[in-house]
């Protein structure tokens, strides 16, 4: 997140030495682990060893692949009881907040219950993702897009547009697309920015088609007037 990459084990393994190397404690963020494409599979980070999961603390939640954020339901869990202790005297209890039973349930039911469910959810996202690459390739190919391995996310990069402003700013003006903008990840990132393909085909379709139209549009201007692209 946001590039959409699902880690090896390898690439794990060399996180977990560096943060044993240099006595880090690890935030995994798994919020996303459910939705996973093209048969990967998603490790959790405390997986990989006990001396790992000591200094590891797993945030996930249900309510990114299950469509329920107002819920608002989070889980924390901590490698180690000092771990949490430690948690506990860093960050005052009116900053955490707590879950409602309305929360609980449905996080346990999403959980528990609905296999079936997210199964259909992650083939419709898989399609959208293949539907938006698809697109970009034939109708922009100046925008580099890599396939995402998981999450709903896709990150654009619209530098060889030459844009005369940050991406984010530029479709929001003349595409009436919201975008996520890039310098929210990184400040030298303006002219990138995160697509959420998460929603119907035809809506999807009408996002594309705004953006793809304001960047031809661009380019035929600029070429008007000279200016190379």
């Known amino acids: 997140n946001p590039t959409g990459r699902v880690f090896e084990h390898a690439e794990l393994s060399t996180i977990a030495r560096l943060a044993i190397e240099h006595d880090l404690i690890v935030v995994a963020d798994e919020i996303h682990s459910d939705l996973i494409y093209d048969g990967r599979r998603h490790i959790p980070f405390a997986t990989l060893s006990a001396e790992i ?3 590891t603390v797993t945030i996930t939640s249900a309510t990114k692949s299950f469509n329920i954020p107002g819920l ?10 000092e ?49 938006l690459i698809e697109v970009l390739r034939a109708e922009l190919p100046q925008v580099r897009c890599h396939a995402p391995e998981g999450t709903y996310l896709a990150w654009l990069d619209f530098r060889e547009l030459h844009l005369d402003k940050p991406a984010f700013q530029f479709f929001h003006d003349r595409a009436r697309v919201a975008l996520s903008p890039g310098e929210n990840f990184h400040p030298d990132c303006a002219q990138f920015a995160r697509l959420n393909f998460a929603t119907s085909m035809p ?9 793809v139209s304001a960047a031809k549009s661009a380019a035929r201007g600029a070429a008007r007037h000279g200016v190379s692209r």
């Open 53 to 55: 999961a000591a200094r």
């Open 72 to 81: 608002r339901c989070g889980v924390m869990h901590f490698g180690t009881p």
């Open 83 to 131: 771990l949490r202790e430690r948690f506990a005297r860093t960050i005052p209890s009116r900053l955490v907040g707590g879950c409602s039973g309305l929360g609980i349930d449905a996080t346990i039911a999403a959980w528990t219950l609905s296999d079936d469910w997210l199964d259909a959810v992650t083939a419709h996202l898989t399609a959208a993702r293949n539907h």
């Open 203 to 211: 809506i999807l379709d009408r996002i594309l088609e705004r953006i």
